[in-house]
């Protein structure tokens, strides 16, 4: 079996059907390592640990992804092949940085590229109605007995406004406000995707949430 069909092997069976928060025997007790010593156990050939950690980030993987591809499908192609990616540079892997800063790098060049390649084929920015609203976490099909139709049309409207002026930010500023609002990295963290310095990125920010601010002046 050729390498490319051996990794897609070792990646597909970490993303099989798995009951919610099983491990395997041999990473009981994982709780007590960083991600970079799981990766480093990676390295050393442990498929367990793998499987690990594609449990824990696949879902912000193809929350980040879907918030840059816009389509479902693609997001989890891009999910996956960043995992294909980790598993790949497993044996040069070095725990100099932080696992996630080293995993959104991947994903981010991915991300962009993706964006950069599909930019004239992507339909406007849509709000699918199965997806979470990011401050309530309930959907927008399932009924709330507080809000009226007029509100439940108003947040929409609001929720639609908000990803449209994200989505218009310049790249690096996109990037920045996605990874800080989306998935909770600190400046250091963002700064070190970015190749930029610490007050570099929290000027990038900055200017990033004055231009949303103001943009969205009406919906605040």
């Known amino acids: 079996m050729g390498t490319a069909a051996m990794d897609g092997s070792v990646l597909m069976a970490s993303l099989g059907p798995r009951p919610a928060g099983a491990l395997s025997p041999a990473m009981a007790g994982v709780e007590a390592y960083t991600d970079a010593e799981v990766m480093l156990r990676v390295k050393a050939g442990d ?7 594609v449990q824990k980030y696949r879902r912000p993987l193809v929350s980040f992804m879907y918030r840059m591809a816009h389509n479902a499908a693609a997001a989890e192609d891009l999910a996956q092949e960043v995992f294909l990616r980790v598993y790949r540079s497993r044996q040069t892997y070095e725990a100099s940085a ?3 800063t080293w995993l959104y790098r991947i994903a981010t060049n ?10 004239k ?3 406007e920015v849509t709000v699918s109605l199965d997806e979470p609203d990011e401050e309530t976490g ?14 439940a049309l108003v947040r929409r409207e609001r929720l639609a406004a908000i990803r449209s002026k994200v989505e218009a930010l310049p790249e690096r500023q996109r990037l920045a406000v996605m990874m800080h609002k989306y998935q909770q990295m600190d400046y250091k963290q963002i700064a070190d995707v970015l190749k930029l310095s610490e007050s570099a990125t929290k000027s ?3 200017r990033a949430y004055e231009t949303l601010r103001e943009q969205l002046k009406e919906f605040v």
Not at 139 to 147: E, S
């Open 110 to 119: 991915l991300a962009v590229n993706h964006a950069r390649d599909t930019r």
């Open 98 to 100: 932080k696992f996630t």
């Open 204 to 206: 990038l920010l900055f």
């Open 47 to 53: 498929e367990s640990a793998f499987d690990y950690l």
């Open 138 to 151: 309930t959907t927008m099909d399932v009924a709330d007995a507080t809000m009226s139709a007029e509100e």
């Open 121 to 123: 084929e992507r339909p």
